[in-house]
């Protein structure tokens, strides 16, 4: 599958990061966005979203403060109708290694093929068109704020991946369904973090 292609699906993303770290022993975040599709915000904000849900590189520390950055620039950019995304170069050249991305990829290969079997296109006028593209990124950006705070509170940031990744998959898919879940999922999201800082 080419790199201008659109991705569809998880496993469609997974095999493209895999193949994109064969034969390096990193792999930097603008090989990975390159091969995903960086002008596509669906794309990335469902990779995003993976990194921070994986186990091996999401509980990183820094990881999810690093990830919260790109969502950031990339839903602000969004908003203001930019039509290329500009990352600066230090978070570009940010690199994982090989084998811990190989790995991460195997253990997320089942579940992702689960999801993929039950996301199809539906209820689209929820999240395809520009006011819910914008309400996406506005969920983003909130999400986004609150994930250096959840590098303090256990399993919130794998929490917050996975609405990244509920948002970027709904985006691809043409999901709505996917999209209501993802928005509860940040409910809850905003929910834990308030009661871990000030329960």
Not at 93 to 110: E, G, H
Not at 113 to 136: A, Q, S
């Amino acid at each position: 599958m080419d790199a201008k292609t659109e991705v569809e699906n998880l496993e469609q993303v997974m095999d493209r990061v895999v193949k994109t770290a064969e034969g390096h022993n990193a792999v930097t975040l603008d090989l990975i966005l390159s091969a995903i599709g960086q002008r596509s915000y669906g794309p990335v904000l469902l990779l995003v979203g993976l990194i921070v849900l994986a186990p091996l590189i999401g509980d990183i520390p820094g990881v999810p403060t690093l990830c919260a950055i790109i969502v950031l620039l990339f839903s602000v950019q969004l908003m203001l109708q930019r039509e290329h995304f500009w990352l600066p170069n230090w978070l570009l050249n940010r690199s994982v290694k090989t084998s811990s991305l190989i790995k991460a990829v195997k253990l997320s290969r089942k579940p992702a093929r689960f999801v993929d079997r039950l996301v199809k296109p539906r209820l689209i006028f929820l999240i395809r068109g520009f006011i819910p593209t914008r309400c996406v990124a506005l969920c983003s950006i909130f999400i986004a704020l609150m994930m250096p705070l959840m590098e303090f509170i256990p399993f919130s940031a794998n929490l917050a991946g996975g609405v990244l990744t509920c948002f970027g998959l709904a985006l691809i898919a043409r999901d709505g369904v996917l999209a209501v879940l993802a928005f509860s999922l940040m409910l809850a999201s905003a929910s834990l973090v308030f009661y871990g800082i000030w329960g």
